[in-house]
């Protein structure tokens, strides 16, 4: 079936450096999405990526979908205190009618002030 | 614009129990998807509405079975459950083949 490998598992930054994190897959994806979680919340997205090669930003965030659909990566600049929390990445699937995200297993990022 | 809406957030059941959880989506949102996330499988898709009829299901067992209705809500249930059901249930909904939108999710215990 169709896996995502994220990395790293986990990160302990200092305040103010940048971030990066990737997923990789042996499968093609429609779609990339990446979500940050925290504590006992749902996912909120943050970057979706629809074309292959696109390189999109939100504010500090910067995604990036590869040339082959099947890896992408989040970047992170100047890192906060509240970027702390779960990210993961997610692949669009198209069925023949509607659609299933698969999920990578995320990577935790804490900042240290 | 609400945001898509999981009740309860919280839920201690026994063992051998059943239980329905409800999600209402962001207005305007006909697909509604269902995923479980556990520390040890991650999150996982359960199944996917779309105008009342499930369109996709993931490989969960049968006591896992969801319904929704004309106003697009949904709920899923879990019927006789075990220890290993205790999740994070959360609800996604999304326009067409876009983006998907989490619900906070509903926190189930199964003791």
């Known amino acids: 079936g169709q896996q995502l490998n994220q990395s790293p598992q986990s990160m302990f930054i200092q305040e103010g450096e940048d971030v990066s994190m990737n997923c990789t897959s042996s499968?093609?994806?429609?779609?990339w999405l990446w979500y940050k979680q925290e504590p006992g919340e749902g996912p909120v997205l943050l970057i979706a990526?629809?074309?292959?090669?696109e390189l999109t930003s939100n504010g500090r965030l910067t995604a990036q979908f590869g040339i082959t659909r099947k890896d992408s990566f989040l970047n992170i600049s100047a890192s906060i205190p509240s970027d702390v929390g779960i990210y993961f990445c997610a692949g669009q699937i198209l069925m023949e009618y509607g659609n299933k995200l698969v999920f990578g297993a995320g990577t935790i990022l804490r900042v240290k002030s | 614009k609400a945001g898509v809406t999981q009740t309860p957030r919280y839920l201690i059941k026994t063992r051998g129990q059943q239980v329905t959880l409800s999600c209402s989506p962001i207005?305007?949102?006909?697909?509604v998807s269902w995923y479980q996330q556990t520390p040890g499988q991650g999150l996982q898709f359960l199944f996917e509405?779309?105008?009342?009829?499930?369109?996709n299901k993931g490989n969960f067992p049968g006591r896992f079975s969801g319904r929704q209705f004309s106003n697009s809500r949904s709920e899923m249930n879990v019927s006789t459950l075990e220890l290993g059901d205790s999740a994070l249930y959360l609800c996604a909904s999304s326009f067409g083949q876009a983006e998907a939108f989490f619900g906070q999710g509903t926190r189930l215990t199964v003791v």
């Open positions: 990526l629809y074309k292959a090669g």
């Open positions: 509405y779309f105008s009342e009829t499930q369109r």
């Open positions: 499968s093609i994806f429609n779609t």
């Open positions: 207005s305007g949102h006909r697909s």
